[in-house]
């Protein structure tokens, strides 16, 4: 094993990324609400020594009724479902810093983390669609750079909380009668421009400190906030120029802030379309692609980049699109959409068709060969930490990815071949914080 571990987060997704998975012939549509099948997953992921297995989260129906596979439960509530069936493998959840208020998420990240016994990781969203606003008693959502004002001031409070409870602040003397020493455990008192928190939080330090931080924006506002807080970041990027512009310019920020390079991964996502030969795959993308049905996919690229495509022709090129500074959903996804048209001059009809596979994400088909290439080339040419691996179908695409890519990767000494450590900190090789309450010896 080389000193640099590569790290794989299996990102999972109803019956597989691709926006037609559910009408192939090799899904079952059924499972999406079938507790069950996400067992398997999380069973088949960590069998690959996977570090975590994440999912993404909204608070809105997504897409055309119509023609989307819906059926989604909630984060939090599955992974701890996932957690009774697994015993190292990470558990990353989706939350909304724009929807939810810091003590009730605090509370819940730290059950997950005390119930996977130091497992949790929270992908911390600040919410880019008006139609999430509208489910919250507002029409329009809260302008970007607000959000992300209105994020790190959630951050302050959660990490607060996390760590009002000191390590050894637990007693529990039955002769004497104290549980707790209440001079270990403080409150708060947060009183700021959107928050107001006396604490403390209402449960023990959790086994990780506190839960992973892991972040998925990667506008100007979004980095700054990310080279903060984030530990991780998930990040879409398609082509190796632009992931390692994305990997230099976060590892530059994050020192810049006082902190080591090391403490944040980078982890751009990818979607393996595996065959026996490389012929094998492609027929499978275009498989896949040819079940697409696009108004189906335009309504979802609408959403996506929060502007409205619907009518226009889809064997024309797109529309002149507003710059980015009018934007106020998700800019860097926008600016990613608008980037891959403009550079290979793609009608409406042929973005669809790039989208598909993984809404942005990196598609890449071909043998296990190849992809474990691929894999290698990002990391170590200064792209990626590892990757968020989206597969196509599930569960056959991860399994695929388990069985013929991760041995690959065991066998150039770039992946674990079992586990060494037991919580998610320890997979990603991060340090345990030390709560900001503890006095330091001196
Ligand atoms: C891998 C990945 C996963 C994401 N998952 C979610 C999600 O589950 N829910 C959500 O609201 N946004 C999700 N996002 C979107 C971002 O959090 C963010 O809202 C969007 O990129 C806008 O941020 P930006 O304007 O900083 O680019 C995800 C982004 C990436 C790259």
């Given at each position: ?10 990102f ?34 960590e ?74 990781g ?29 994020a ?16 050894d ?126 108004t ?9 980049i ?46 669809l ?59 150039r ?30």
């Open positions: 094993m080389s000193a640099r571990e590569l790290h794989l987060n299996a999972l997704m109803g019956v597989g990324h691709h926006e037609a998975a559910w009408r192939h012939p090799r899904t079952d549509p059924r499972a999406l609400d079938d507790v069950a099948h996400f067992q398997n997953l999380a069973r088949i992921a069998r690959g020594t996977f570090d975590s297995v994440f999912l993404a989260d909204g608070v809105q129906i997504w897409g055309d009724v119509k023609h989307t596979a819906a059926g989604r439960f909630e984060p939090l509530t599955l992974l701890t479902a996932l957690s009774q069936v697994t015993d190292h493998i990470g558990l990353i959840a989706t939350a909304s810093t724009g929807f939810s208020e810091p003590y009730n998420l605090a509370r819940l990240f730290s059950s997950l983390d005390h119930i996977s016994g130091g497992r949790a929270w992908n911390i969203v600040t919410t880019a669609q008006d139609r999430s606003a509208q489910n919250f008693n507002r029409e329009v959502n809260t302008e970007h750079a607000e959000r992300y004002r209105r790190g001031e959630f951050l302050d409070v959660v990490t607060a909380l996390w760590d009002s409870w000191e390590d602040a637990l007693v529990i003397d039955q002769e004497t009668g104290v549980f707790a020493d209440d001079t270990k455990v403080h409150e708060i008192n947060h009183k700021g421009r959107f928050f107001s928190v006396r604490g403390p939080l209402n449960a023990v330090r959790s086994p990780q400190g506190r839960p992973l931080l892991v972040q998925a924006g990667s506008s100007e506002d979004g980095r700054t906030f990310a080279s903060a807080w984030a530990e991780a970041v998930f990040t879409a990027q398609q082509t190796h120029e632009e992931a390692t512009a994305f990997y230099t310019d976060l590892k530059r920020r994050v020192v810049a802030f006082g902190r080591a390079e090391n403490d944040l991964l980078v982890l751009p996502g990818i979607v393996p379309v595996l065959g026996g030969t490389e012929a094998e795959a492609l027929a499978l993308a275009a498989e896949l692609d040819d079940l697409i049905i696009p189906r996919a335009v309504r979802q690229l609408t959403e996506l929060g502007i409205d495509l619907t009518g226009h022709p889809l064997d024309e090129r797109l529309p002149e699109l507003p710059p980015v500074s009018h934007v106020n959903g998700a800019k860097s996804r926008f600016e990613l959409v608008r980037d891959l048209a403009e550079r290979e001059k793609l009608t409406l009809r042929q973005l068709g790039r989208l598909g596979g993984g809404r942005g994400h990196q598609v890449v088909a071909g043998t296990p060969e190849q992809i474990a290439d691929h894999v290698e080339l990002w990391f170590t040419t200064g792209a990626a930490d590892g990757f968020n691996v989206m597969a196509p179908l599930l569960p056959s695409g991860l399994e695929d990815f388990v069985d013929q890519v991760v041995p690959l990767l065991r066998a000494g770039l992946f674990r071949t079992e586990y060494t450590g037991r919580t998610l900190r320890e997979h990603y090789g991060l340090a345990r914080p030390v709560s900001r309450y503890s006095r330091v010896p001196v």
